[in-house]
């Protein structure tokens, strides 16, 4: 792709001049333009450096950059995707950067990432980063720009204990892991000194503002879209669901002073709108924000939705988004069985599916997608029948209505109730058995490969240990058998695969990411948990 696509970019932000002596820095998304250009975390970010003046930043993506500094002071990744650390690796080579922080010395840049992978367990990635900036990036990114501002100048040792200070910095050479053995348990995570913080605190952004795009552009993976962010986090709090329990507190957007200003900014570049959040039907305000978008000036509009909670589908809703050019939605249901449900606090009954399916199809959606999950902890055979047995009603009770069913399997997040929960080795059984019954059934069934849940676990659950795997990985493929290649390789250097993927782990054990402190302590975790069962 040539660099003339940035050409056709339309800011909604204006860039400031940078200072002759502004820091330069390279901000890089591991992926393509298209891909990297599409996530709003790193156009919010990518639009905050542009607008300070004490900064001049070039933007870098895997097929395309912007012109680089030859001497970058910081290089910084928004690390959306897992498997992307793959691009990072080679995107530091490409720039003839150590991948290890420990072979960095005083003429390479320091090497600082952020974003909801780092955010969640940085611990498999840390000695590829000297900074690792946790949680959210509204006040965050300032506060550590300011730091270093005032270090600039300095040893690269002294920037370094300098930014540990800062809250939500996490600077992981500055801490210590040790081992019960090489291939045991992680005996204690410590501060290098009593000068270093025990415990990073990650950082949660608490105004009513919320995000919307910086830069429309039809080469964007969804072409020309403006974003806008309706709800951050999600109240329900399913006991696995990272999108709730890490991004904690619930917030939503002001309608007057956020969402009404956003959406009219947005649409005088573009007549596509997509509403972000884990749960945008659940804002407050959200019949108001309807009756807004269906005003006659924005009948040629087209509104896309992000999934949306069971029962909030309603007929009016569905007719807005029909006239607005959306064919179909997205649920997230979990399992049919009313058990499992419960023991995930999903506050969700049967009923209300159908009632949904039949709103969609009544207020003139063409079909909807269902989000469903196997494995899930305490999951027995008789509930994945039921899931089979819900799809089955779903079709009968709305004939010619396009139902789809993607599954994936349950994979434990840190922060999380389920976080000591391994991954059940049944599951890839169990999403054949749904594929088998579902298609039978005429029911389109799209599942998620088990094989990358399992790797998904890895890395959810993995320590510092698995930075010398993941080198090798790298050279093998990112297919399951080159992992598993891998961990033979480094037998006796590490756990076995096993015991980061499917082990259920002691609630006392020292956890990969216990210095990191996520919105809830793990007493309420752990209390969490124990009202599951």
């Known amino acids: 792709m040539s660099a003339s696509v940035f050409n056709v970019e339309r800011l909604l932000f204006t860039p400031t001049p940078s200072d002759l002596d502004a820091i330069p820095i390279i901000f890089a998304f591991p992926n393509e333009y298209t891909v990297g250009i599409t996530s709003l975390g790193y156009q919010l970010v ?8 004490d900064v001049e930043v070039s933007r870098l993506f895997t097929d395309l950059h912007e012109p680089l500094p030859p001497h970058p002071e910081l290089v910084g990744f928004s690390f959306s995707w897992e498997l992307d650390y793959v691009n990072i690796f080679e995107r530091l080579e490409f720039l003839n950067i150590p991948l290890r922080s420990l072979h960095r010395t005083e003429k390479h840049p320091l090497i600082f990432g952020g974003g909801p992978v780092l955010t969640a367990n940085p611990e498999p990635f840390a000695d590829f980063f000297d900074i690792i900036l946790l949680g959210d990036g ?11 501002q005032s270090v600039r100048h300095e040893s690269r040792s002294t920037q370094l204990r300098h930014l540990a200070q800062i809250p939500g910095v996490y600077i992981p050479s500055l801490y210590e892991v040790s081992y019960q053995s090489l291939d045991g348990e992680i005996a204690a995570i410590q501060p290098i000194d009593s000068n270093i913080p025990s415990q990073i605190q990650k950082q949660t952004y608490r105004g009513n503002i919320l995000s919307a795009s910086t830069v429309v552009t039809e080469k964007a993976a969804w072409e020309n879209i403006y974003m806008v962010e309706v709800v951050r986090s999600c109240p329900e709090m399913c006991r696995f669901c990272l999108a709730s329990y890490l991004t904690l507190p619930f917030r939503t957007a002001s309608l007057e002073a956020s969402l009404i200003p956003a959406i009219e ?4 570049v573009t007549r596509r709108l997509g509403l972000l959040g884990a749960s945008v039907t659940q804002h407050p305000e959200f019949d108001e924000l309807l009756n807004y978008l269906t005003q006659p000036n924005y009948d040629d509009v087209r509104l896309s939705i992000a999934s ?19 064919r179909s939605l997205t649920i997230a249901v979990e399992s049919g069985s009313d058990r499992i449900r419960k023991m995930i606090n999903k506050k969700l009954e049967n009923e209300e599916i159908i009632q949904a399916i039949i709103n969609a199809k009544t207020g003139g959606l063409q079909g909807m997608k269902l989000y469903g999950m196997v494995g899930i902890p305490g999951e027995e055979l008789e509930d994945v029948e039921a899931t089979i047995e819900l799809m089955k009603t779903l079709k009968k009770v709305a004939p010619g209505f396009k139902l789809t069913l993607g599954c994936s399997t349950f994979v434990p997040k840190s922060h999380t109730p389920f976080q000591w929960f391994g991954v059940n080795p049944d599951a890839e059984k169990r999403l054949k058995l749904l594929e088998k019954k579902l298609r039978a059934n005429g029911i389109e069934f799209r599942p998620e490969s088990y094989k990358w849940s399992v ?15 993941l080198e090798l990985v790298r050279n093998y493929g990112d297919s399951l058998g080159s992992y598993r290649r891998a961990f033979k390789e480094l037998r006796g250097k590490l ?3 096993e015991y980061y993927v499917n082990q259920n782990w002691d609630l ?26």
Not at 265 to 268: I, S
Not at 308 to 326: C, G, I, P, S
Not at 514 to 528: D, N, W
């Open 46 to 53: 990518w639009a905050t450096l542009a607008m300070r003046s």
């Open 138 to 148: 509204e006040t965050l990114l300032g506060n550590f720009l300011d730091a270093y």
């Open 265 to 268: 900014r947005g649409l005088q």
């Open 308 to 326: 949306v909670r069971t029962n909030t589908v309603t007929e009016k809703l569905a007719r807005t988004l029909a006239q607005r050019d959306t």
């Open 455 to 469: 790797i998904q676990a890895l890395l959810s659950r993995g320590d510092r240990r698995l930075s010398y795997l």
């Open 495 to 497: 756990p076995s695969m």
């Open 508 to 533: 006392d054990q020292v956890l990969p990411w216990q210095h990191l402190q996520g919105p809830l302590p793990v007493m309420t975790l752990k209390k969490h948990l124990l009202d599951s069962f």
